[in-house]
């Protein structure tokens, strides 16, 4: 019994969602959105044919980069068609903020060889 | 020899330090509205984890502006694991999702400075490393104070960092003097731009719900009312929303403002022919000149074609005053 209320409730919820699904995809199609007219008409239409082919090649780089496949969609969705083509050209170079604190560690490093060749003397600690 | 390279490395490390002792860098009475110090110390600070500098800064500007979301939250938006580190243009798309607004800075201390007045603190990308060892950071800067030409910031693990306001230049140069902050739907920057403002709000279109790109084109109509694009995207918001008759009226302004937008007048049809004006759509859509059409927006056109050579030519619930504009 409550099987089948679970059932029948499941199945008009998906297809009320996959009506509604339709009706979006039509109503919108025929209008153009903002971010195709934002740009002077040449540029956008060559943002949009780059973003066709960048789409797929940042999806592909950013796995390989490690981001989880379920995310990457989610990213790639809330890029503008511009993003994603710069995205794609520079995905590898472009910098990337991570940390400060690898740094000092490098310097502690560098400061500690020097100590110990005897070019420098600010450990005290250190015996010479 | 020697002593010669000695005295010109000399010489050019005076040069060097001439030029950055010219005074104070922060001079905030250049900023309308500015006081001498500032601080916002009620922006919420998130320690950082290893190498997620950018998703904690991004949810402290979010945070600020009253979007609670937690860095964990962000980082598989944001962070891409074998750079060790998150990129500008994702750190710039991620607050779509939460209903703010990017908008970039221009990279110059006044801009930032007059955000921060606004009561906003500045998500900025600093580069402590060096050419060959950059070492990329994202820190929010939550105030400054002009007497110790000091800035104060949330960053990494340190809840309120202050750094000299030339220390802070150096590394903000070094990281291509980038910042941003994000906006609620509906408030404008400190200094508004209208071609990055619409960038900006366009992006924003696609991935938000139609009330709050309605607010946020909403700014935009009331900031630039010459801007047609600004009337078109509150246009296409209202369409989204279904109001079409507030739709069509925003259409027709960007087209009084432009009378060559083609995107506007085929925006214009399909909502006049969903309010049941068949004929009127059928007349705006004749006066697109498809000649010079990018195909981008020829496809837009000729689907809104399609659906129009199957419409009445005028719903029975219709009347031809119904059909005419105020």
């Known amino acids: 019994m409550s099987m089948s209320v679970w059932r029948t409730s499941a199945v008009s919820i998906l297809s009320v969602a996959i009506v509604n699904l339709g009706l979006v995809g039509a109503a919108q199609a025929a209008i153009v959105d903002t971010a195709t007219l934002v740009a002077p008409a ?3 239409d060559l943002a949009s044919i780059r973003a066709q082919l960048s789409r797929d090649d940042v999806r592909k780089q950013m796995q390989e980069m490690g981001v989880d496949a379920a995310s990457v969609d989610a990213r790639i969705a809330s890029l503008s068609d511009r993003e994603l083509h710069q995205l794609a050209a520079d995905l590898q170079k472009a910098p990337a903020g991570g940390d400060v604190l690898a740094l000092v560690g490098a310097v502690f490093v560098v400061l ?17 | 020899m020697r002593h010669a390279a000695l005295v ?3 010489l050019a490390a005076c040069t060097l330090c001439a030029c950055a002792n010219r005074g104070p860098l922060i001079r905030p009475n250049l900023v309308t509205g500015a006081s001498t110090s500032i601080e916002l110390e009620s922006t919420p600070f998130f320690p950082q984890l290893e190498f997620q500098c950018g998703p904690a800064a991004l949810a402290t500007v979010l945070g600020a502006s009253g979007a609670s979301v937690l860095p964990g939250t962000l980082e598989p938006l944001v962070y891409v694991p074998s750079r060790r580190g998150s990129l500008q243009i ?3 798309a991620a607050p779509r999702k939460f209903a703010r607004l990017s908008y970039p800075l221009t990279g110059n201390l006044d801009a930032v ?6 009561g906003r603190p500045v998500l900025v990308l600093h580069n402590y490393g060096i050419p060959l060892l950059p070492r990329w950071h994202y820190a929010v800067v939550v105030g400054y104070d ?3 030409d000091q800035m104060a910031l949330r960053s990494g693990v340190t809840r309120r960092q202050t750094m000299s306001a030339r220390n802070f230049m150096r590394a903000w140069d070094n990281g291509g003097r980038w910042a941003m902050v994000v906006l609620k739907p509906g408030e404008l920057p400190a200094n508004p731009d209208s071609a990055r403002y619409l960038e900006a709000a366009a992006a924003f279109e696609r991935v938000s ?7 946020v084109f909403d700014a935009a109509v009331r900031q630039w009312p010459q801007a047609a694009v600004a009337w078109i995207g509150r246009g296409t918001a209202g369409y989204r929303a279904g109001d079409l008759p507030a739709a069509a009226r925003d259409y027709e302004a960007a087209l009084n403002l432009d009378g060559q937008n083609a995107g506007a007048r085929n925006n214009l049809a399909m909502t006049l022919m969903e309010l049941g004006c068949a004929d009127r759509a059928r007349a705006e859509l004749a006066r697109i000149d498809t000649a010079t059409l990018p195909p981008a927006l020829m496809d837009a056109v000729r689907d809104t ?20 504009l105020p």
């Not at chain 1, 500690?112 to 010479?128: A, H, N, S």
């Open chain 2, 209 to 215: 719900s139609p009330a709050d790109a309605r607010l």
């Open chain 2, 113 to 118: 400075l007059a955000e921060l007045a606004a």
């Open chain 2, 90 to 92: 994702e750190m710039q």
């Open chain 1, 112 to 128: 500690l060889i020097l100590e110990l060749v005897g070019v420098i003397d600010i450990f005290k600690k250190i015996p010479r």
């Open chain 2, 146 to 148: 002009a007497a110790k």
């Open chain 2, 8 to 10: 010109a490395m000399h």
């Open chain 2, 305 to 324: 074609r399609e659906r129009l050579a199957g419409a009445q030519p005028m719903r029975a619930d219709q009347t031809s005053a119904q059909c005419t």
């Open chain 1, 42 to 44: 040449r540029e956008a």
